[in-house]
């Protein structure tokens, strides 16, 4: 990498540096790795950049495992009805298939790469079940360590990684993206490309709970917006039930994996009774939004702030789940022998950047794949397990058509723009948004959060990765709380106390994008139902 003068034009972004890729991948998780390796194996020069080291990711965290049909007791067809059902009516059932058929094929490139997946007694792969799964697909490693397992797979393939480098802007011109600037130790830096791929992970840092690691500031939901491109439903957050509780716990908080409820474990509230009986025919293994809320409303009725897993009563569990057993043991709790404390916290977004299912989005050269993306697999609601098959399936097609489309394509940004947009302090987003915009919301408090969240605001250069982060967790919940304030329903994952019931009028997508002031607005009519 080189300084030229080339780069020292009239802008408050003093660049330090400059380098050229055919393809630069943003984010270092099971997307961002496919993606890089799918684009490097049909020639592109490909960088990745990641703002953390290489197992700063939520795929290092995946406990549960890999939602893949199996080879006997199921077929496409069925894993199809089960997204379906978990998506609330805003699946897109072609994606859906489109993505499912494609899981074994994913699963088969990730073996080959090495990953070793946990085997039964009989030598084949063993599949457990999770929530609103018809039957035993979940292919695991390492017990309840999958994600690491995946990373670790992918990590080996040894491509550059550019790490500690903060994407701070996709640059484009009237054709489409000409690089990236890119903020690391040297200061800011321009990658010359004709392709970006945002791979960056979800939103849960917008909470002050949640299972996603530190970086998950919604980094690349602000880049496409900023690049020109769309996001939709965004309002679906998804809460996973079960994360182990302590007093006064903020930031990363480890979770107690949904397989352990496939195994038979059962959620109590204190008073010793269960919390889904009666609420859906599944029981403990219902969708995730349906146990989430179930979990908040009992709490709001006892006046409580957790309840309890029961995994007592289940024969090998150290064995089969040994990540969870040693982060009860941090805890000082045996699951052998206690009850396990949880609670709902931020854990995956069902919507973000709008692309097709190859990754593209409306902005030439500019493609999304993982938990960034919104390709409609998980309309309002995610199935469990879902997402390491969207990143890998996903992460494949995306770096394809990047490296495929973008050939021969010669990018040089000459047009660097200042980097101020408006920002809130984090600790204050997080505030807003734990208390008006969790499981349950209402009107009241959503117009609370997005006046006090305006006002709060302040404008100014982005010249340090934490300003860049909370300016992107600062947009993002603008557009989160817009797009909640305008379903006045509840469905999947946003829950409304007021709009109790889905409204079959307001069954599609809400799309968001900055307009030329700056401002975001909606690209889809209002809905207009009868809630």
């Known amino acids: 990498?080189?300084?030229?003068?080339?780069?020292?034009?009239?802008?408050?972004?003093?660049?330090?540096?400059?380098?050229?890729?055919d393809v630069v991948v943003v984010?270092?998780?099971?997307?961002?790795?496919?993606?890089?390796?799918?684009?490097?194996?049909?020639?592109?020069?490909?960088?990745?950049?990641?703002?953390?080291?290489?197992?700063?990711?939520?795929?290092?965290?995946?406990?549960?495992?890999i939602a893949v049909v199996a080879p006997v007791g199921d077929s496409v067809d069925a894993h199809v009805a089960d997204t379906l059902a978990a998506g609330g009516g805003l699946c897109d059932r072609e994606a859906v298939r489109s993505i499912v058929s494609a899981g074994p094929d994913a699963v088969t490139a990730l073996r080959d790469l090495g990953a070793v997946f946990d085997t039964g007694g009989d030598g084949d792969v063993a599949r457990t079940r999770e929530g609103g799964h018809s039957t035993r697909r979940i292919i695991h490693a390492g017990g309840d360590a999958t994600g690491a397992e995946v990373q670790r797979a992918l990590g080996a393939a040894g491509l550059p990684v550019l790490f500690g480098a903060a994407a701070a802007r996709v640059l484009t011109d009237a054709y489409g993206v000409t690089g990236l600037l890119v903020l690391d130790s040297r200061g800011f830096g321009i990658v010359h490309t004709p392709a970006v791929l945002l791979a960056t992970g979800g939103l849960g840092q917008l909470y002050a709970c949640s299972t996603n690691p530190p970086g998950a500031t919604a980094d690349g939901i602000a880049l496409a917006l900023a690049a020109g491109a769309g996001v939709a439903d965004l309002e679906f957050v998804q809460f996973?039930?079960?994360?182990?509780?302590?007093?006064?716990?903020?930031?990363?908080?480890?979770?107690?994996?949904?397989?352990?409820?496939?195994?038979?474990?059962?959620?109590?509230?204190?008073?010793?009774?269960?919390?889904?009986?009666?609420v859906h025919p599944l029981g403990d293994l219902a969708p995730r939004d349906v146990?989430?809320?179930?979990?908040?409303?009992?709490?709001?009725?006892?006046?409580?702030?957790?309840?309890?897993?029961?995994?007592?009563h289940l024969a090998g569990f150290a064995a089969r789940f040994p990540t969870i057993t040693?982060?009860?043991?941090?805890?000082?709790?045996?699951?052998?022998?206690?009850?396990?404390?949880?609670?709902?916290?931020?854990?995956?977004s069902c919507g973000g950047v709008v692309t097709d299912v190859h990754g593209r989005t409306r902005v030439p050269g500019l493609y999304a794949a993982g938990e960034v993306a919104r390709t409609g697999l998980h309309g309002a609601n995610r199935l469990?397990?879902?997402?390491?098959?969207?990143?890998?399936?996903?992460?494949?097609?995306?770096?394809?058509?990047?490296?495929?489309?973008?050939?021969?394509?010669?990018?040089?940004?000459?047009?660097?723009?200042?980097?101020?947009?408006?920002?809130?302090?984090?600790?204050?987003?997080?505030?807003?948004?734990?208390?008006?915009?969790?499981?349950?919301?209402?009107?009241?408090?959503?117009?609370t959060a997005a006046t006090e969240l305006v006002e709060a605001s302040t404008t100014g250069a982005c010249l340090d990765a934490e300003r860049l982060e909370d300016a992107a967790l600062t947009v993002t919940a603008r557009a989160?709380?817009?797009?909640?304030?305008?379903?006045?329903?509840?469905?999947?994952?946003?829950?409304?106390s007021d709009h109790r019931d889905p409204d079959p009028a307001q069954a599609r997508s809400l799309e968001l994008r900055l307009d030329d002031d700056g401002e975001l607005s909606f690209t889809t009519p209002e809905l207009t139902g009868v809630n």
């Not at 984010?27 to 993606?35: I, M, Q, R, S």
């Not at 352990?260 to 204190?270: I, K, M, N, P």
């Open 27 to 65: 984010g270092g998780g099971v997307a961002g790795l496919t993606a890089a390796r799918a684009a490097s194996r049909r020639g592109a020069r490909v960088l990745t950049v990641s703002k953390g080291g290489p197992t700063d990711t939520a795929t290092q965290y995946a406990q549960g495992g």
């Open 480 to 496: 989160l709380l817009l797009a909640a304030q305008r379903r006045t329903e509840s469905r999947g994952c946003h829950t409304r």
């Open 1 to 21: 990498m080189t300084t030229s003068a080339a780069v020292a034009r009239a802008t408050s972004v003093a660049v330090a540096w400059e380098d050229h890729a």
């Open 291 to 312: 146990v989430s809320r179930a979990v908040a409303e009992r709490l709001s009725e006892l006046d409580e702030n957790h309840v309890y897993l029961d995994a007592r």
């Open 384 to 447: 469990a397990s879902n997402s390491l098959l969207e990143g890998l399936v996903l992460g494949e097609r995306a770096g394809t058509a990047a490296a495929l489309e973008r050939a021969g394509i010669r990018a040089e940004s000459t047009d660097i723009p200042s980097v101020g947009p408006a920002v809130c302090d984090r600790a204050r987003v997080q505030r807003l948004m734990t208390r008006h915009a969790l499981v349950v919301r209402d009107a009241d408090g959503l117009d």
């Open 240 to 278: 996973h039930p079960t994360v182990l509780f302590a007093e006064g716990g903020t930031g990363r908080r480890p979770l107690v994996s949904e397989a352990v409820r496939g195994e038979g474990a059962r959620l109590l509230d204190s008073r010793g009774r269960s919390i889904t009986e009666g």
């Open 326 to 348: 040693a982060m009860c043991a941090e805890a000082g709790l045996d699951p052998v022998r206690d009850l396990l404390p949880v609670a709902p916290a931020a854990h995956y």
